[in-house]
């Protein structure tokens, strides 16, 4: 049985203790700290023993490893005496808001025999899943390129996040989500960063993001957070060789449309285009293209987080999100700030 302590029951806190750990069999809270008399309430409420501190929660034997869901700028301070007591660590993302905190962090668990998770949950997206199926199955040939957006349409959310210290703005609300997908999708070392940032809305901090990554395979991916799209474009545009993948968002509508028969020695008739005739845009011919739904389910088999948690700590298993992913996202919500900043694309070397 795996036992874990919470720091922080708020919205992430509280998703953790009763949608995620009750479909786990070998998962138990043992009890929860917060500093808010709201959220104690609603966590008794729930059923789950308060304790009387953060120093009271980690000196409990019975805790295995502690789960940091507070806002950001606590990350570090609560996952470090978390490993200095012995514990073993889950922490929210961004784990930190700095490469120089995260390496110290990993340091310390490296010294005191502990793992540190960071609980990137949208590796377990459905759509994300089935993408990386039909990636693995080449089902639109070789990958040319990627676009990956979240779009809203009322703003960066109330309280902690609309600020700067406290490690608020979608870079490091959303960013870090789609971030982390690119890079396990890719699966190779990135190598520059151009970005921009919206301010919009007046917030001291970024309500919205466009950053194009080049990897060192040549690809390319636009990722594009936004709070400002009254009318929302595709949560994925996929291009490749043979075919085009469209999802529109998580309710698994899109479509993919794939070359099953050649076209480059058909004779294409120029059609009208507004005032003009154009065959570049003309449609191929029926046969030669397919299209079929985005599928709903996915195959793949993988252990959910939790069970990757348990694989590490008590079977010596491999960990889902390494800290060298984790270490890459945080170099490149970096490289994104300075972008932004300078106006001009970043060299990235990650062996930094």
């Known amino acids: 049985m795996l036992n874990v302590g919470i720091i922080g029951y708020g919205g992430m806190g509280r998703f953790h203790a009763t949608e995620l750990i009750t479909k786990e069999s070998e998962v138990n809270v043992c009890g929860f700290y917060d500093i808010s008399p709201v959220r104690q309430e609603l966590a008794q409420t729930d059923g ?25 700028d606590f990350h570090k301070k609560c996952v470090q005496q978390a490993l200095l007591s012995g514990k073993n660590v889950i922490c929210e993302k961004p784990v930190c808001l700095s490469v120089a905190d995260f390496d110290e962090l990993t340091t310390l668990a490296d010294k005191k025999h502990l793992r540190l998770f960071v609980h990137q949950n949208r590796r377990w997206d459905e759509d994300y899943l089935i993408l990386q199926e039909l990636f693995a199955e080449q089902v639109i040939g070789s990958l040319l390129r990627v676009e990956s957006r979240v779009q809203g349409d009322h703003g960066v959310p109330s309280g902690w996040r609309q600020e700067k210290a406290r490690g608020g703005g979608m870079v490091l609300d ?72 469209m999802l529109n968002d998580w309710d698994m509508e899109g479509a993919i449309v794939r070359q099953v028969a050649g076209w480059n020695s058909e004779e294409i008739g120029a059609i009208q285009a507004g005032q003009g005739l154009t065959r570049t845009l003309a449609p191929l011919s029926e046969g030669i293209l397919e299209k079929r739904s985005f599928p709903k389910m996915s195959q793949k088999q993988v252990p ?35 972008s932004a900043e300078k106006n001009q694309v970043i060299q990235l070397s990650l062996q930094d």
């Open 48 to 72: 789950y023993h308060k304790y009387s501190s953060y120093a009271d929660l980690l000196s409990d034997p019975k805790v295995d490893v502690v789960l940091v869901a507070t806002p950001n």
């Open 304 to 338: 959910s987080f939790y069970q990757n948690v348990i694989d590490v700590t008590q079977k010596n298993g491999k960990m889902r999100i390494s800290y060298q992913e984790v270490r890459t996202v945080l170099k490149i919500m970096d490289a994104i700030f300075v």
């Open 174 to 245: 959303w960013g870090v989500h789609l971030l982390d997908q690119i890079v396990d999708l890719m699966g190779c070392s990135i190598k520059s960063v151009y970005a921009s940032l919206s301010y919009a809305l007046g917030y001291e901090v970024d309500d919205g993001c466009t950053a194009i990554l080049e990897f060192e395979n040549g690809k390319f991916v636009e990722m594009n957070v936004d709070t400002t799209n009254f009318i929302k474009q595709s949560r994925w545009y996929i291009k490749g060789t043979q075919g085009t993948i």
